[in-house]
């Protein structure tokens, strides 16, 4: 399973650990992925995701799934998460 976000493609940085006498030693500042179930009222259903809190905050500032992968654009998305998007567009093209 790899680190990175599935909305936003967010992964792992690179830098330096600067010790008190100036030494650098290289590291990886790993993003703050969490596992949630996000509901998709379009789908009328959960949709687990592996997303950063970032990410998190965003879907809800946009106001819910559906939003946020409205606006999305698609090379940000993970398979996963663009499969959904097609789904969630379908179900609102329907209704």
Do not use: W
């Not at 992925?33 to 500032?61: F, M, P, Y």
């Amino acid at each position: 399973m790899s680190r990175r976000c599935e909305l936003t493609g967010k992964g792992p940085m690179s830098g330096n650990n600067v010790s008190h006498a100036n030494n650098k030693t290289k590291r990886r500042f790993l993003p703050n992925l969490n596992d949630v179930t996000l509901q998709s009222e379009a789908l009328g259903r959960g949709v687990k995701l592996r997303i950063s809190a970032a990410a998190l905050r965003s879907v809800d500032h946009r106001g819910g799934l559906d939003a946020y992968l409205a606006k999305a654009k698609d090379d940000s998305l993970s398979p996963a998460a663009l499969k959904v998007k097609k789904e969630v567009a379908k179900a609102l093209a329907a209704s």
